[in-house]
């Protein structure tokens, strides 16, 4: 009887841990059409670009006379929330000289009160959870000294793991694999967030990137937000 009651307390802790362990499912999407959800779904880059496959979405690169090119989508416009747990299962890129990046964002840095709260992956395991804030404070790129962030070699890319923002009237908090591993307290800005997941080649990333190694897709197998 005493090893099923720690048996059962530990399943309740482990529940309360989950930040989504009290909410309602708001918003879903599995990936498992012919095609991306334009219900759900808006374009921000290009649409050659973004992909479904095998129940995936593969945010990939394009050779254009210009140079390689990512893309990315986000619920702007057709869904936004204003606190609660957003999530998504992501397998990042593997090499330097682009990024994947998972987001919840409102609005442009030019329209202040803003707040953007990012996984970025620059390659080679590099994960960085960080946070954009513009406000009556200026802009602020916050970004952590340390983390609890513990990577094995290749795990961002050899397999899917889970990338959470938990926003609460008190703080944001960044969630992988349903661990917290980053906070920020006091959160001022609290305007509806929308969804948004990419894969972009940055001007200061360009020199590293080797066309031989591509593809090097981002792939989302699933995306959701409770309330």
């Not at 090119?69 to 682009?98: D, L, M, V």
Request: proline share 5%; charged share 25%; aromatic share 12%.
């Amino acid at each position: 009887m005493k090893n099923l009651l720690s048996l059962l307390a530990l399943t309740v802790s482990l529940a309360a841990a989950n930040p989504a362990s009290n909410m309602k499912l708001a918003f879903s999407d599995e990936f498992d059409g012919a095609a991306l959800d334009a219900a759900k779904w808006t374009y921000e880059g290009n649409a050659q670009a973004a992909s479904l496959k095998g129940g995936k979405l593969l945010l990939t690169l394009i050779d254009r006379p210009d140079g390689w090119q990512g893309t990315a989508i986000s619920t702007r416009g057709k869904f936004t929330q204003t606190f609660g747990y957003f999530e998504a299962s992501i397998r990042f890129n593997a090499q330097r000289g682009h990024h994947g990046a998972f987001l919840v964002r409102n609005k442009l840095t030019t329209e202040p009160p803003v707040a953007s709260l990012l996984f970025e992956c620059f390659g080679e395991d590099r994960l960085v959870p960080w946070a954009r804030i513009a406000d009556n404070k200026g802009l602020r790129e916050l970004k952590p000294v340390k983390t609890d962030l513990v990577l094995r070699p290749n795990q961002t890319s050899k397999g899917f793991n889970t990338y959470g923002f938990a926003w609460t009237e008190k703080a944001y908090g960044w969630y992988f694999n349903g661990k917290l591993i980053h906070k920020l307290d006091k959160p001022e800005v609290q305007e509806p967030m929308h969804v948004y997941l990419g894969n972009w080649v940055g001007d200061s990333e360009r020199k590293n990137l080797v066309p031989g190694k591509l593809p090097d897709d981002v792939e989302v197998d699933w995306v959701k937000v409770w309330k």
